[in-house]
């Protein structure tokens, strides 16, 4: 079974810049998570989806921070315009089913630099 | 608001040693609790969990037991391996909604 795909695995970028990052779910699973982990910190949550429609985004900085997944399935997180705060690994996650709890499974990451 | 503490790495342990990383959680309602590593190199990949008090998560020789009396959920090995090395989170999950809520994670680093 394959795992939960990211792209890029990594990206530089300069401050002011904008950035998208991709992620494929496990498929068939319902539940996709974007979290932010700064270095030296735990994951954050910033967004979660079930199916096509937002359960918790309440720690996602809207002024810059925006995320869709269309389909219920891809989904982009996009950051306009970037600040030199925002360098940290952006993890997507998936899970099975819409009953929780239920595990997370993750993908390897986006390592974001703003310079 | 909902929070997970763990103990300050690094940790440095000799091969065969007793492992153990504190972590403790506040919450509202009745979590989920998890334990998380991440290999050198490699994404965050589940390691055990327990979903209700007194449960205990097992799985490559490391154990937990939630304890809902201690708000604690403790990593313990009894005999670790250099391949142990990695960074260990803990996390409470959502019952409602699945987030998990990490701590900060500890590095473990195992010496032959």
């Known amino acids: 079974e394959a795992g939960v795909a990211q792209s890029p695995r990594y990206k530089i970028i300069e401050k002011r810049q904008s950035v998208a990052f991709w992620c494929n779910p496990i498929s068939g699973h319902a539940t996709l998570y974007w979290y932010q982990q700064i270095l030296g910190q735990g994951p954050k949550l910033l967004i979660q989806f079930q199916n096509n429609g937002v359960v918790d985004d309440s720690q996602l900085p809207k002024d810059r921070f925006s995320a869709e997944r269309l389909k219920g399935v891809d989904s982009t997180l996009k950051i306009q315009p970037a600040k030199l705060e925002d360098s940290a690994v952006y993890l997507c996650?998936?899970?099975?089913?819409?009953?929780?709890?239920?595990?997370?499974?993750f993908g390897p990451g986006t390592r974001l630099t703003v310079l | 608001g909902n929070s997970v503490t763990q103990m300050e790495g690094p940790v440095t342990l000799s091969e065969e040693a007793f492992l153990t990383i504190n972590c403790t959680y506040t919450a509202t309602g009745y979590p989920s609790l998890f334990w998380y590593v991440q290999y050198p190199g490699e994404g965050l990949q589940l390691l055990l969990k327990a979903t209700k008090a007194d449960d205990k998560g097992s799985n490559k020789g490391f154990e937990a037991t939630y304890r809902k009396e201690t708000t604690s959920f403790h990593l313990e090995k009894g005999s670790v391996q250099v391949s142990d090395s990695a960074v260990y989170f803990c996390?409470?999950?959502?019952?409602?909604?699945?987030?998990?809520?990490f701590g900060q994670g500890t590095t473990l680093q195992v010496k032959p």
């Open positions: 996390a409470s999950g959502s019952s409602n909604t699945g987030k998990l809520i």
């Open positions: 996650a998936s899970s099975f089913g819409t009953a929780f709890p239920d595990t997370q499974y």
